[in-house]
């Protein structure tokens, strides 16, 4: 299950995340956060669905199409963050445990807000608590944490002060939007690894957090293990955006189905 926004362009939110999930040989389901006004050159408005709206799709899908794991991207507003918690809290108190992938959106690419402060207070403050994975780049990681994350050793401080705060959290910080595309993994038993990159050349790079988190939950369903987990989903979107023709005036979307078009599904291992 994916609860995002909706891209028209399809480069990211819940188009993105379907093809993804598709890519990796799975079913997906998926609830609307908000409708947006968008295309590869950037955010124009941003529009949010009904809270009421949002809490009876995902107790629709619940019921009848329970899932096998649940990535969140874009909330669009407090109301929204406040149902998805409340919807996490029903599934494991129904004893669902099955992998939480959170992408904290805060703002586009292209610097529109699409969440407000009062809706991230939540976020972190209640919603972090429910979910087994977050998967922020730097920016964000800097606003969940208040702590600045400029240098490697600010993203250490700064993801391993998330894993102290929530025990049950394991994190990535992911580097796509540096000058190094460099992601960092802490568990939440204290593991830490780097994941070097390669910056690559290319305007084909819309929705690549979409996507990484997408995948990663992907890959926790498929029962891959943590780290391996974090490389394989890194590996997917850096195919995606060296396999992509690109369209578009501005950032345009990646090759989200390259596994289907070389005959391999995105959940198998590499090797």
Do not use: Y
Not at 199 to 212: E, L, M, P, Q, V
Not at 219 to 248: C, D, N, Q, T, Y
């Amino acid at each position: 299950m994916t609860i995002a926004g909706f891209d028209p362009s399809s480069g990211a939110g819940i188009t993105a995340d379907l093809a993804v999930i598709a890519a990796h040989g799975f079913f997906g389901t998926s609830a609307i956060t908000a409708l947006t006004v968008q295309s590869t050159l950037g955010v124009r408005s941003m529009h949010v669905v009904a809270a009421p709206i949002l809490d009876a799709t995902l107790r629709c899908l619940a019921e009848d199409l329970p899932p096998a794991g649940v990535k969140v991207g874009m909330l669009g507003s407090r109301e929204n963050v406040q149902v998805v918690v409340s919807f996490l809290q029903q599934l494991k108190t129904a004893g669902r445990t099955v992998p939480v992938v959170l992408d904290p959106v805060i703002q586009s690419s292209s610097g529109r807000e699409l969440l407000s402060r009062g809706g991230l207070d939540l976020l972190r403050d209640e919603l972090l608590p429910l979910v087994d994975w977050v998967t922020p780049n730097g920016l964000e990681l800097a606003a969940l944490t208040n702590m600045p994350v400029t240098t490697a050793l600010e993203v250490e401080t700064a993801s391993k002060s998330l894993v102290d705060r929530f025990p049950g959290l394991n994190v990535v910080e992911t580097g796509g939007d540096g000058d190094q595309a460099n992601d960092l993994a802490i568990l939440l038993d204290g593991t830490q690894k780097w994941f070097s990159g390669q910056k690559i050349d290319s305007r084909a790079t819309h929705g690549t957090g979409c996507a990484f988190s997408t995948a990663l939950t992907c890959r926790f369903i498929a029962g891959i293990e943590p780290l391996e987990a974090v490389g394989l989903a890194k590996h997917f979107v850096s195919e995606a955006i060296l396999r992509a023709e690109v369209i578009g005036n501005g950032n345009g979307p990646m090759d989200l189905l390259w596994p289907l078009r070389h005959g391999r599904r995105g959940q198998e291992r590499r090797g």
